[in-house]
């Protein structure tokens, strides 16, 4: 007990890696757990390229967390985004669906994720989504898919051309994945689907600023994948500086100079950042971050000062045994979740705490394209069918759920072993809704003040006037 009447109050900030980890390995602790996330359930990130190209559906990368934590009885889920720290009083604000609340704490764990991060770039955002949310990934489906569509109504080569080029921003793992994707869907699943385009024509290009294909993987592993896009078909364009991203095109400079390329189709997979919760943390505590927004951190992984919060994985800044910053990698959130729940236990039982946190790397996977892969583990390099083999037993073992792991093999082999896939239903809102939301403003705020303004002219706070009409959503045409 921490305080009268109550067990120690454990609030944990994000259902990630990170946040998931840490609430199981305390389901026997004498704590009580309030989990604050701003969505229902728990995000598979690794798998999402796969769900914007119609390989896995939502539900199969996106369990609902009431589900993956039902039989945790010390755990209180709660739907909103902390918008404030107050480490003094030990409370944090949050925002949800058209409510604002607090809870207590008498430990803080802050393990929020990460954002999509556009180096000051943020208007590229309508133009050239990213690849972090359920929300980023339907809008990449529709977009796809709908691109094939739109050019088979056109007759004019070079606007069917522009439709029918797809441009990956970013060649590391994520844009590595999605790339090769694509790549069979245009080559190997949509031939013959089409009366007026062949897919086979579609332009698939990689951009990065940087020299090579997954540079943390090594030269040898690098080569090999590039070699293995450029099978595919997929044009890799390294040393190319993005500087400019419109609804038609993309501005690129390279060694050559300054060039444009024609696509309808861009998605952003360069670069991440903390989200702006870590600044506002860093800011109440007094603690420093980096250019990425990370939060320095001390090596238990608490901030400085701050013994009871915990900042986990991709919003931390640590280094590891090479002296360099962790990486924004789902094992160190994993890692340093069960970490933060161990110095919790050890601190209720009296024991010492304040241990380094010590990250064990199990490696780096990354697919080509079906049955090709790469992985590097230890010392190992493998490439090819042994390193997809690893590939898939090692993401059936993390997906949550034993529903999820089964439906996930069984659209695997559609897409893989056929020429199917299993989710290519795409619609309008998912193309546009976001973009329109940003227009037509919260939907909960707009309610909210329409109803208070409501009460008080029932109440004769406000004088009577003529109704104004309420604006309507953007039509996708806009």
Do not use: C
Request: charged residues 25%; positive net charge.
């Amino acid at each position: 007990m921490t305080q009268a009447g109550h067990r120690h109050r454990v609030v944990v900030v994000g259902a990630g890696f990170g946040g998931l980890f840490a609430i199981k390995a305390l389901r026997r602790a004498p704590v009580d757990i309030t989990l604050i996330n701003g969505t229902a359930y728990h995000l598979f990130q690794p798998l999402l390229y796969q769900m914007a190209t119609g390989i896995l559906s939502e539900g199969e990368i996106a369990p609902p967390i009431r589900e993956v934590l039902k039989r945790q009885k010390n755990v209180d889920v709660r739907l909103g985004w902390v918008t404030d720290v107050d480490v003094e009083k030990k409370v944090v604000s949050v925002s949800g669906p058209g409510i604002e609340y607090t809870v207590g704490y008498d430990t803080l764990i802050v393990a929020a994720g990460a954002s999509q991060s556009y180096f000051g770039n943020d208007e590229f955002a309508d133009h050239a989504p990213g690849m972090k949310s359920v929300d980023d990934a339907l809008e990449l489906r529709a977009r796809i898919f709908g691109a094939f569509e739109v050019a088979d109504l056109h007759t004019d080569p070079e606007t069917i051309q522009r439709w029918l080029t797809f441009v990956i921003v970013g060649a590391g793992p994520t844009g590595t994945e999605l790339a090769g994707q694509i790549a069979e869907l245009a080559h190997r699943t949509l031939p013959g689907q089409y009366k007026h385009i062949d897919p086979r024509q579609a332009r698939i290009i990689l951009v990065d600023a940087i020299g090579a294909v997954l540079n943390t993987f090594g030269d040898h592993l690098s080569a090999g994948a590039q070699r293995q896009l450029e099978k595919l078909g997929v044009e890799v364009k390294l040393n190319t500086k993005v500087v400019g991203v419109d609804s038609t095109g993309i501005e690129v400079e390279d060694p050559d100079g300054r060039h444009r390329i024609e696509s309808i189709t861009k998605v952003w997979a360069a670069g991440v950042a903390a989200p702006p919760l870590a600044r506002k943390l860093a800011e109440a505590a007094g603690a420093k971050t980096d250019r990425a927004g990370r939060v320095f951190v001390e090596k238990d992984t608490s901030l400085p000062g701050h013994p009871e919060i915990f900042v986990l994985g991709d919003m931390m800044n640590l280094a590891g045994q090479d002296g360099k910053p962790l990486p924004g990698v789902a094992q160190v959130a994993i890692q340093s979740g069960r970490h933060a729940a161990d110095q919790i236990k050890r601190r209720l039982s009296g024991k010492e705490a304040g241990q380094p946190f010590k990250y064990f790397d199990k490696g780096s996977l990354a697919t080509i394209s079906r049955f090709s892969a790469v992985a590097s583990i230890g010392k190992v390099r493998l490439a090819g069918f042994p390193a997809w083999v690893v590939w898939v037993a090692v993401h059936l073992f993390y997906l949550v759920g034993f529903k999820n792991r089964v439906t996930a093999v069984l659209h695997w082999a559609v897409s893989f072993i056929g020429r199917g896939r299993s989710e290519r239903v795409a619609t309008q809102q998912q193309a546009f809704a976001r973009r329109a939301i940003r227009a037509y403003g919260d939907p909960f705020e707009r309610e909210r003040v329409a109803a208070v303004t409501a009460h008080r002219r029932e109440n004769g706070a406000v004088p009577p006037r003529t109704p104004e009409v309420a604006r309507e959503p953007l039509s996708v045409r806009e």
